[in-house]
């Protein structure tokens, strides 16, 4: 959808080329107060029933247009992981380490995003991943990854609020202004943000997500100067440190280099997943958007490009330009959330350009604001998905006026208040951990994403649909993909803190590195023995509740397109040129 107005690029070929969707007299009908149709009781799914998340007084506004959507996908990724993670993980790893395990990461994020891409846009559901585990897998196994995620954002949110306050003292020394100020400060701008509803949440996170994209596209076209030569030293860098001092560090204290790279290059890998960590949450949005089949679509499909864009280019140069031994980076490894933390910094400042590191330390703070702005967003939406599913007090999915799930908005916010903890200098190293445990939690979502979609299509061959031909968007390369992302977050996932164990036994390390995993498997396990719940059979999962819906909202649209391009006579209009151009990357 275009910048112009309530548009997408959706083109005459997409609509020749769009599945019939067909309706039984025997599938069951629930619909939104929207369309003010009956409820048809014959259903041959005895599972599928109108749900919390369809009962007036609980629903959701479906108020995001694909523009929003768009960003928001993006807009998680960018974040402190790409300007300031890339700092250790150089300085440990050396460049051709950060390509490789970025790029690997990279690749394993996208086909997340494309298997969720494919169940959300064939019946988008409000209550997220767990509304689609629950369906197509197990139900304990929906309350696994709900209250896995949950955690993730309870945690995360107080987090980016402690960052936040910490990138102000790179002006404003704490001694001047304490630094609760600047928490409690960013805490109310989100909050009244997010109870304006979610169409001004996401016209807000559109501009803030635009202004991300700008910054670190201007970062990549700086660094590919400062490489060439075309900084004030008109040194022209090269490929140089990819030789001196080498491609790959070795890890600090193993004898053997052939080891010690080794070990570098997997705590690299382990970087990189926290830099991605967040992609994901655009699922989340789905059960608030227009048009959903084709805005999913369009989002997902845009995915790959922008993740070799933006962390690719940027990794590479940034490995280009900065030796993982320049001791300006090694003194950033051990600074706070500032623009002195950042190799984009060390680069500039190595390249003597005046007056960036305030600027960069803007940009910071821009995407600080903004994540805290989304994650507050996703624990909302997280805690009213949980409600939703019957798995949390029915309280937590009550909406109101504008569509916003009012009392886990209090909750959300109530935990943020964590963040208060940073005044209280000694309190501040407890945030420190708190990354580790958001990694860990991360890789578990991403786990539980794909597990659910190999039970999806079982469920749809066992069902009779045809991909190919039912399917607006399905996911290449599956389910090869979803195997190969599998095997590798499960394996991450276990070794992702062995380097607690390499200079004696790091404790703290360790447990907040791993303690993500018994949470997950306790509340898998034990909502199995208290609701005593069975594994979804392929030919018995709910392929049916609210698609029709669905379908009649992607064939209003198709028509929609179809009269808009006929009143356009094939002419390019300014939101035709925005969606092939612009469009690509906002």
């Known amino acids: 959808m275009g910048l112009f107005g309530n548009r997408s690029s959706l083109s005459s070929d997409d609509l020749e080329k769009r599945p019939q969707f067909s309706r039984s007299q025997s599938q069951l009908s629930i619909h939104t107060h929207e369309y003010a149709l009956e409820i048809q009781k014959s259903n041959p799914y005895p599972q599928a029933q109108e749900t919390t998340a369809m009962a ?31 700092t250790s993980a150089l300085s440990n790893g050396g460049p051709a380490s950060i390509l490789i395990a970025y790029s690997l990461i990279g690749l394993i994020v996208y086909f997340v995003m494309c298997c969720l891409g494919e169940m959300a846009s064939f019946i988008p559901l409000p209550e997220g991943f767990a509304g689609y585990a629950t369906r197509y897998c197990d139900e304990a196994l929906g309350f696994g990854v709900g209250i896995t995620y949950l955690c993730k954002y309870l945690i995360v949110s107080p987090n980016q609020l402690v960052a936040g306050s910490l990138v102000m003292q790179y002006w404003v020394s704490p001694a001047t202004v304490n630094p609760g100020v600047w928490v409690a400060i960013i805490l109310v701008i989100v909050i009244l943000i997010n109870l304006f509803g979610v169409k ?3 016209e807000f996170e559109f501009w803030l997500s635009s202004l991300k994209v700008i910054t670190v596209l201007g970062l990549i076209i700086l660094l590919l100067c400062i ?59 789905f059960g608030e958007a227009q048009n959903p089949r084709y805005t999913i679509k369009k989002a997902i499909k845009l995915t790959f490009y922008r993740i070799v864009l933006f962390y690719i ?7 280009c330009c900065v030796a993982y031994n320049d001791p300006q980076l090694l003194a950033a490894k051990k600074s706070t959330a500032t623009a002195s933390a950042s190799p984009f910094v060390v680069a500039i400042k190595n390249a003597n350009i005046k007056g960036l590191p305030h600027v960069i330390n803007a940009c910071i703070l821009i995407f ?18 949980l409600s939703a599913n019957g798995m949390l007090p029915k309280i937590f999915s009550k909406t109101n006026k504008n569509g916003v799930p ?32 958001v990694a860990i939690l991360g890789l578990l979502t991403w786990i539980s994403i794909l597990v659910t979609y190999l039970h999806f299509l079982k469920a749809i061959k066992a069902q009779g649909y045809d991909r190919k031909r039912d399917f607006v968007y399905y996911a290449p390369f599956q389910p090869y993909g979803a195997w190969f992302a599998l095997g590798f977050c499960c394996l991450i996932a276990i070794i992702k803190n062995f380097t607690a164990f390499i200079h004696g036994f790091d404790y703290k390390s360790f447990i907040t590195g791993y303690i993500g995993i018994p949470i997950y498997l306790i ?18 999962a709910d392929l ?43």
């Open 56 to 86: 007036e007084g609980h629903q959701l506004k479906k108020d995001l247009q694909s523009r929003h959507i768009t960003m928001i996908a993006i807009g998680g990724a960018l974040g402190t992981g790409l300007l300031i993670g890339t």
């Open 200 to 202: 001004f949440f996401g």
């Open 227 to 285: 490489m060439l030569g075309g900084s004030p030293t008109h040194d022209r860098i090269g490929f140089r440190y990819w030789q001196e001092p080498g491609a790959f560090a070795a890890y600090s204290g193993i004898d053997s280099r052939p080891l010690g790279k080794f070990v570098s290059f997997w705590s690299v890998m382990v970087t990189a997943v926290f830099a991605y960590s967040g992609t994901e949450l655009v699922g989340i949005t």
């Open 313 to 319: 280019c940027s990794v590479f140069l940034i490995g």
């Open 368 to 385: 600080i604001f903004s994540a805290t702005n989304s994650d507050l967003y996703i624990a909302t939406r997280n805690l009213y998905g």
């Open 406 to 437: 009012i009392y886990s908005l209090g909750v959300a916010g109530l935990f943020c208040c964590l963040a208060f903890m940073v005044c209280s200098s000694s309190s501040k190293k407890i945030f420190t951990h708190f990354v580790n445990v």
């Open 523 to 540: 509340a898998i396990v034990s909502w199995k023995l208290i609701k005593k719940t069975k594994r979804v059979k392929p030919e018995e």
């Open 544 to 586: 049916v509740t609210y698609k029709d819906v669905i379908d009649a909202e992607t064939e209003e649209y198709e028509r929609s397109q179809r009269e808009r391009e006929m009143a356009r006579g094939g002419k390019k209009d300014a939101s035709w040129w925005y969606d092939h151009t612009l469009g690509y990357v906002f």
